[in-house]
């Protein structure tokens, strides 16, 4: 037998009592247990050593806490408070919480119970005796959380005894290899250090000579684990062995995530952050990066934060630790609100990840140990979180570098909390362009869409959150632009070009004026053609043209609904989840589908494309190899085919939808019949295996020539094609469709695509199938009689350009349309193409 000794803390401050001078004989005589008492002057029963709570009474003024060692403590308010069924006790934590030693457990009305004619003394026991060999009270006035009032010698059995010690030395796993794509990022950070809390032992994640807390997402974030980076698990305390292996079983299956054999390796690099800044030579246009489309025209105004006084020396630990964890409590509310006024559930999910940074143990760990060292409350915290937030903007990794801001945002929301100020309110003039180093999540979120028309901001990237949100809300912007920015004055006139991500300063009167008389002249023109949009498209000699939407997610359905499309020629399904971080899975796939198919009824067709990913459409969890010519490579059908999982687990969640939808299911990129044959035998199996009778129309894109040349040998096995032109001018002209240099020549009006199209109808048209048109020219003015005339059925078109379509189809004819086509299907280049067709639209 050996001996250890542990201390517990007090766990209110007060008077220390001796057990045996408690107005209970329960107590007294020490028929729970032996331990110590306390009289209490202060209301918030803290934790007296670390543990996990194994039980809290109903009536919540009683608790019990397992120590690391194994000890269980009750801790019981007051005497006979059993009778007040929980009035006036607040619980902080739940069963099986794990907590920290000076953790508050519960907070409790003093006033109310001693009113009641109750006694508050309070008592801590320890119910398995068993386990301690002499109990060594302190005596006289004791600090919640910060003195120690009674000392165990606990029995150690002798084997046990050299379990402890080899517990205490600390397990540490063989190295384990990360399989998640993109590392181990916010998502599954969260998730590990979920699991790592449930355990009593102190564990750490090992990066080479880098350690971090495994039950802390910033943690974890900060180590910058990527794909296939070698890490260790190291655990030290009584479930070491135990929490080794379960967290090396859960890194390995992808903490997760989906990283399953089927899905293909990697890019070599994660994201690396862009230290040069674009440049632009016209010294009157600033450069930075695209974060959300659109055009504004507006005014600068800067906007500065404002710096948050708080004083370095606390006034007592136990009342800036109450401070402390008021204020998070307050800013874990504010954020439940905030997370309620956004629609979109995928961006709530920000503020979320924002609430599980309020109980990182790193940030607390921080705050509480500076509270401990005499700092305020709101000194400490923001030491914490600058501590974090600076360490996470150093990485390399873009997408953990942007949640540094993520830090910052919520540490400034718990800051302002704690030194009682109001979030500045801004007082932003009309028209207003904001220019920010660093605008943070919840200031774009709460943005007044009637005065700001935009922003730019000198920190952050596409894939920030900032970003994000501004797509979502529909705010041109631009992110990294030149620091240069911050110098222009309030008031300065400037046109903010959020496709390109550049800023036009001091544009002159004129160069104004015409955009917005450019903008006023289209205004009008929209306001008719959306007047009519609800009406068919049908040509002036009577030829119905279907005019649908290319979609990316549900919000434009809904609005191509609105803005009179006839349905969706195509879903460009990859889109829902670019901006996530791990996959998808089938029932939130389904869900989606089945909005989207339930936003357009049983009326409208909806054909959507399968996962086209590859080329310049990378997936942040589905990082692709790098390959020399990715647009040539395993992209679209070919990677589908390759990891038929990913395409088996869509083809089910979009099966799912078909009862709510005219479904129409469209496979991309097909270079060969053998890939349409494979394709729907997939689809086929999936759909007997679920049960599917339900009529599904099965689609190709014709994007590669081969299939344009083929297109009567398609038809036979198609139900319809949709011509992704965008793609078809790149392999037909053999230009990358990304090009900056190329952009121009890259044109679908090259005479040679036009003949490709006009052999995709032929054939399909040869065999009673019908012929669509996705790509970038069915949005096209210029290119719509050509189209028609080639006698193209469908066109698929950009949202916004639904009613101008509809409208321009109505003033169509399609026997000139035909005759046009002609004439241009002999024309040489494609400048003599546009030439000809602007000519017409004069
Ligand atoms: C196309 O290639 O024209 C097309 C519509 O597909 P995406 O632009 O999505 O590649
Ligand atoms: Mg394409």
New binding site residues.
Partial sequence: MSHQRIELLAPLTGLIVPLETVPDPVFAQKMVGDGIAIDPTSNVLVAPAAGKVKQLHASQHAITLQTVEGIELLLHIGLDTVMLKGEGFRAQVKEGDTVRAGQPLIEFDAELIMQRGKSIVTELVITNGDKVAAYLPASGFARAGLTPALVLDLIVADDAASTAAVAVDAVVSDPVKVPNRTGLHARPAAVLANAAKTYKSDIKLLRGADEGNAKSVVGIMGLEVKYADEIKVKASGPDAQAAVKALVELIRSGCGEDCGPGVPPPAPKPPIKQVVKPHSSDPNVLTGVSASPGLAVGQIFQVRQDVIEVRETGANAQVERRRLDDALKEARQQLEALKAEIEDAAKAEIFAAHQELLADPDLLDIAISGISNGKSAGFAWRQAFTTYADKLARLQNEILAGRANDIRDVGRRVLRLLAGVKEAELVVPDNAILIAEELTPSDTASLDRTKVLGFATTGGGATSHVAILARSLNIPAICGIEDSVLQLPNGVPVILDGTKGTLRRNPSDAEIQQIRDKQAAQAEKRAEEQASAHHPAITRDGVRIEVVA?IGGLDEAVQGVQLGSEGVG?L?SEFLYLERTDAPTEAEQSQIYTDIAKALGTERTLVIRTL?VGGD?PLPYLPLPAEENPFLGVRGIRLCLAAPEILRTQLRAILRAAPFARLHIMF?MIASLDEVREAKAILAEEKAALGVTAEIKFGI?V?VPSTAVMSEIFAREVDFFS??????TQYTLAMDRGHPKLAKQADALHPGVLRLIAMTVKGAHAQGKWVGV???IASDPLAVPVLLGIGVDELSVSVPAIPSIKALVRKLNRADCLKLANEVLQLGTATEVRARLAALAD
């Fill in positions: 290319n195509l460009r086209d459409k991309p894109m994007e011509i992704g032109t965008n793609d078809l996705c790509g970038g």
